[in-house]
C-alpha cells in the first residue's frame, strides 16, 4: 500500500509559538491530502482539505487563519498551528488519496502537539 | 451530515474469540474503508469496501449499501488485534467522515 509520513512525530511548544507539521507521500503523487484531528478517546474530526498549487478548503468551525495549511508540492502538504495555545493540543494525522487507485486514503503516523 | 454509528463502544474478549463490529450510516455512500487504529495512533487500512463482501486472513468485511451498514468480522482474536476500529464513509466527495469507533482488547 501506500506510504504517507509525517514529521514531527510529538513536539512540545510553549503558548504563543507556532509548529509546523509536515505530511509526505513517499511513493506516490497526491493532489489532494486531508488534515485530521483527534481528541483523547474520541473519533478523528476532519479539519481541512489541501490541494496542491491552491487554497485549502475548511471545514466548518475551523479557524483557517489559526491552522495554515499549505500545499507546495504533490507530495508535501504542511500544517502550521500559529500561536498556539493549550486547547491546541491534540493528535493531528494526515492522509493523502492516492489519485490513481480507489478512492482509498492512507494515513500517516500522527503528530502529537502539547502546548504547554 | 451523514451520520455515522459503531457499535459495540467497547468489546473486550479473550483471545481465540469470534466477534462482530457493526457500522450504520445515515444516507447512502460510495466509499467506505475499515481502519485499525493501534495503540501508538497510527490508522491502519483494513478494507475499502463501499458493497460487497471481501477477506483478508482472519478479517472479513461485508456491506450492505442498500440498508446502509457494515460488518467488520474478526475471527481467532489475537492480542495484537486490540485498538480501535473506525469505518469512515464518503458520498460523492473526497471527504471521508468516521464513525465513533469500537474500542476492542484482547486478553491472552
Known amino acids: 500500500g501506500a506510504v504517507v509520513s509525517q514529521h514531527p512525530s510529538r513536539v512540545i511548544c510553549k503558548s504563543g509559538t507556532s509548529v509546523k507539521i509536515e505530511c509526505r507521500s513517499l511513493d506516490f503523487q497526491a493532489t489532494t491530502m486531508f488534515w485530521y484531528r483527534q481528541f483523547p478517546k474520541k473519533s478523528l474530526m476532519l479539519m481541512a482539505t489541501?490541494?496542491?498549487?491552491?487554497?485549502?478548503?475548511?471545514e466548518q468551525g475551523v479557524e483557517k487563519d489559526k491552522f495554515l495549511i499549505n500545499h507546495a508540492s504533490l507530495t508535501l502538504s504542511t500544517l502550521t498551528v500559529t500561536s498556539a495555545h493549550p486547547e491546541d493540543s491534540s493528535f493531528y494525522i494526515c492522509?493523502?488519496?492516492?489519485?490513481?487507485?480507489?478512492?482509498?486514503?492512507?494515513f500517516g503516523p500522527g503528530t502529537r502537539l502539547t502546548v504547554l | 451530515g451523514i451520520q455515522v454509528e459503531q457499535s459495540p463502544p467497547d468489546l473486550i474478549l479473550q483471545e481465540g474469540a469470534n466477534s462482530t463490529l457493526r457500522c450504520n450510516f445515515s444516507d447512502s455512500v460510495n466509499n467506505l474503508q475499515w481502519f485499525h487504529q493501534n495503540p501508538w495512533g497510527q490508522l491502519i487500512n483494513l478494507f475499502y469496501?463501499?458493497?460487497g463482501t471481501k477477506q483478508n486472513g482472519r478479517l472479513s468485511a461485508t456491506t450492505v449499501a442498500t440498508e446502509r451498514y457494515s460488518l467488520l468480522y474478526i475471527s481467532s482474536s489475537q492480542t495484537t488485534d486490540s485498538g480501535v476500529y473506525f469505518c469512515a464513509v464518503g458520498a460523492n466527495t473526497d471527504k471521508l467522515i468516521f464513525g465513533t469507533g469500537t474500542r476492542l482488547q484482547v486478553f491472552p
Open positions: 489541501s490541494n496542491e498549487g491552491s487554497k485549502a478548503t475548511y
Open positions: 469496501i463501499p458493497s
Open positions: 492522509s493523502a488519496r492516492d489519485p490513481q487507485g480507489s478512492d482509498t486514503q492512507y
